[in-house]
């Protein structure tokens, strides 16, 4: 498949936000207020857990870590990752240069812009209609892997050493996410080829996500409510500003990174493959009146050319499919035609709700 075919939808153009809080407004444009987008019982004081890549990888018969991923996975969706043997001065390198990229002037980063219909590239997703309320925040998202994949004018267009640092960084990251899909293989008690055959060729793709500061935070989000369409994120906070929240039992969990820690998250791919075991959960982004905030979710799905559904090692007679089996390209071409509404998408994939793809 040509790269350049390659379209998985597109999205509205609107400003960029970063030259917009550049002009120091006192009060935000209408477009970006949220009917009260704080709502639900307050903000909870629990702590999302934390996963061990080493103890997770030791031959005990018992692994007590593997316990925890297999909980973490089932209850929270999320969980922090230490010890993941990506080198720490790679991670420094990336941060670095990701932060220099967005230092950089507008007429510059006008240069890897989003073409009318196609998501990748630098400026907004999910904005499908004049009417909808924006996020502030800016994104610039590509597909780094499989190498055959990438936009010729995106990722090797990319000033050095941004560029070198950022391939490694994406295949460094493939090993590690099929790692993590392997430990959560042996904790649900699947066959290893459910998993790996879906994930193997994979399309890994980035998000750099810029959050500008903003002069009336508790009125706007960074990124809306919503669960990833994906089947594992990987995301790393590249300063030290938080922001993200996850949902859980009807409050949002701020997340406090540990240093050099990996933030995983099961995203709505993997909750079909498991049938609905794993769970994807809602999370958003909150901005800051003073600071910038930055950080690069690193998404994995299923190679394109096939489809999905859950596992078949999965599935009894007592346990019957709840999701269908969908092609991936109308997957994600459905995903992207759409706001970003909670777990709406991954509801819709539901075996009973037949009538969702009929205008695809």
């Not at 018992?62 to 990752?81: S, T």
């Not at 090797?156 to 959560?184: C, G, H, N, W």
């Not at 459910?194 to 793709?205: C, I, K, N, P």
């Not at 933030?263 to 982004?285: F, M, P, Q, W």
């Amino acid at each position: 498949m040509e790269s350049s075919m390659i379209k998985l939808g597109g999205s509205l153009k609107v400003p960029y936000v970063q030259e917009l809080a550049k002009e120091k407004f006192a009060s935000v444009p209408p477009r970006y207020i949220r009917p009260d987008p704080t709502k639900l019982h307050g903000v909870s004081t629990e702590e999302i857990p934390v996963i061990d890549m080493q103890r997770l990888l030791s031959d005990e018969s018992v692994n007590p870590e593997l316990e925890k991923l297999h909980f973490a996975c089932k209850e929270w969706g999320f969980f922090q990752l230490i010890n993941h043997g990506v080198s720490s001065s790679l991670v420094d390198k990336l941060k670095l240069e990701m932060q220099k990229f967005f230092n950089l002037r507008i007429e510059e980063k006008m240069r890897f812009a989003q073409e009318p219909g196609d998501v990748e590239g630098y400026g907004q997703a999910f904005v499908v209609s004049e009417e909808q309320k924006l996020d502030w925040g800016d994104m610039f998202y590509m597909v780094a892997l499989p190498t055959h994949l990438r936009k010729p004018h995106l990722l090797p267009k990319l000033p050095l050493p941004f560029r070198e640092t950022l391939d490694q960084y994406s295949r460094e990251l493939k090993i590690l996410a099929i790692k993590v899909l392997e430990q959560m293989t042996k904790a649900l008690g699947m066959k290893l080829e459910d998993m790996t055959m879906l994930f193997q060729e994979g399309m890994q793709s980035m998000r750099m996500n810029y959050y500008p500061p903003c002069p009336q935070p508790e009125l706007v989000m960074g990124l809306c409510p919503h669960s990833d369409a994906v089947g594992l994120t990987i995301l790393l906070q590249v300063n030290e500003v938080e922001g993200l929240q996850i949902k859980k039992a009807g409050a949002w969990v701020p997340v406090v990174p540990l240093p050099y820690a990996f933030i995983v998250n099961v995203g709505d791919i993997l909750e079909i493959v498991t049938n609905g075991i794993y769970k994807s959960v809602e999370h958003r982004a909150t901005v800051n009146l003073h600071s910038e905030r930055l950080s690069i979710a690193t998404f994995l799905v299923p190679k394109l050319g096939g489809d999905m559904g859950p596992a078949p090692s999965l599935i009894t007679p007592e346990n019957p499919a709840i999701f269908r089996r969908i092609s991936m390209i109308d997957y994600l071409k459905a995903f992207f035609s759409r706001e970003l509404d909670g777990k709406s998408f991954v509801h819709a994939m539901r075996t009973q709700i037949e009538d969702f793809w009929a205008p695809l």
